[in-house]
C-alpha cells in the first residue's frame, strides 16, 4: 500500500501534486521521536505512523450506514470524545451507571474506539472493520481533505468533529457532521453529550434523562475518573502511553505571548480566505 507513495523534499511536491515528503516535528514527548515524523500527503501534514493506514483506508474502506467515526486533530479533545461517544452508544449493553462493570474502567478509550488509521496500518483493516457490529464507532486524525469519497459522500455515515478552536470551521452539512467544541464540552458536557445522542441517532428518551443517564455518562468519562482508572495511569492502547492523553484537561493553559504568536500564525494562514475568527 505503500506504491503511490514517493517521498521528497519539502517544495517538491508543489510541482509533483500530491507527493509527500518528510520532517521532523519536535514533539512536546520526545520519548519516541519516531512517533512525531509527519509527511506531507494530499496537501496536508499527516503522523507517519499513520500513513500506510490512510492509504489503506482510501483504497479499501467501505462504509455502511449507522457509521459514525469520531474525526478530530490530535490534543483537540479525542479520548474524551471516543469515551463520550461509546458510552453513550454502548449504554444500552453497558449502562454508564454501572461503573464497576463499565468497559471504560478497564480499557483506555482508545481501545474501546479504534483509530482507522492503526486498524489498517497492515492491509487487513476491511476484514476487521466488517467483522464489528453496527452501528461501528471508529476514530481518525485524517483532516477532511484526505478522507475518502465512501466516508464524504455515504449518507448513511456521519462524522463527529471535535476541536478546540474553531478557527477553521466551515460551513458543513448538518445532517453529516457534528462539530463539537472542546471548551464548549467542558462548558456544557450535558448538552453537548445529548447532542451526540441525538445526532447518530439514539437519542436519550425523557425515562432515561429522568434517571440521570446523561449525567452518568458524563461522570463516567471526566478526566478525573478517567485519569485515575489503573489502566489510564499504565499502559498503552494506542501510539502513545496511556496516560499521555490526560494532563490537565482545561483550558487557558497558555500564556499572553504564547497566544499572540498562535494567533499571528492563525491570521497569516487565513488572510485572504474569507475565514475570520
Ligand atoms: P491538556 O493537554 O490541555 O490537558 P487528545 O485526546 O485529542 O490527545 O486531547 C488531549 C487533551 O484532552 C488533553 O488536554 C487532556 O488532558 C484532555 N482530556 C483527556 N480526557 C479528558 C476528559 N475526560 N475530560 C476533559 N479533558 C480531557
Redesign the pocket.
Known sequence: CYQPIRWCRPGAEDSAGAVPHITIVPGRRPSDPELWVRCYYQGTWVLAPHLPGIVSIQQSFVPRRGDVVLA?P???????LK?LAFATVARGAYPPGDTERHPLSRLNPHECVPFMEMLFADGSGSGKMDALPSPRLMATHMPHSVLPPSIKENAGCKIIYVCREPKDMQAANPEKVLFLRYDEM?RDPVGNVKKLAQFVGQPFSPAEEDAGVVMDVVRL???DK?KNLEINKAGSGSLFANDS??????VG?WTPDMARRLDAVVDDKLRGSGLSF
Open positions: 478530530s490530535p490534543k483537540c479533545g479525542t479520548t474524551w469515551a467542558l468519562c471526566s478526566f478517567l492523553y490526560f494532563r490537565k484537561g482545561g493553559d
